[in-house]
């Protein structure tokens, strides 16, 4: 059985910064890279996955 992630967000760049979205409450700012092979990344603060536009993770959902 998988646990969805919190938030899952389509994005445009393999390069992302993720800061829990939630300003004082959020966490530290953190520069994310989506490898090309698997499409997809998952924040280790907060655990929302970034899903590269396009790439192999991204369904069209």
Same mark, same amino acid.
């Given at each position: 059985m998988s646990i969805e992630? #919190?938030?899952t967000k389509i994005v445009d760049?393999?390069?992302i910064a993720c800061d829990?979205?939630?300003g004082a409450l959020g966490h530290p700012r953190v520069w994310l890279?989506? #490898?090309?092979?698997d499409g997809f990344v998952?924040?280790?603060y907060c655990d929302a996955?970034?899903?590269l536009k396009g790439g192999p993770?991204?369904?069209g959902a």
């Amino acid at each position: 059985m998988s646990i969805e992630a #919190p938030e899952t967000k389509i994005v445009d760049t393999a390069k992302i910064a993720c800061d829990g979205g939630e300003g004082a409450l959020g966490h530290p700012r953190v520069w994310l890279h989506i #490898p090309a092979e698997d499409g997809f990344v998952e924040c280790p603060y907060c655990d929302a996955k970034y899903i590269l536009k396009g790439g192999p993770a991204d369904t069209g959902a």
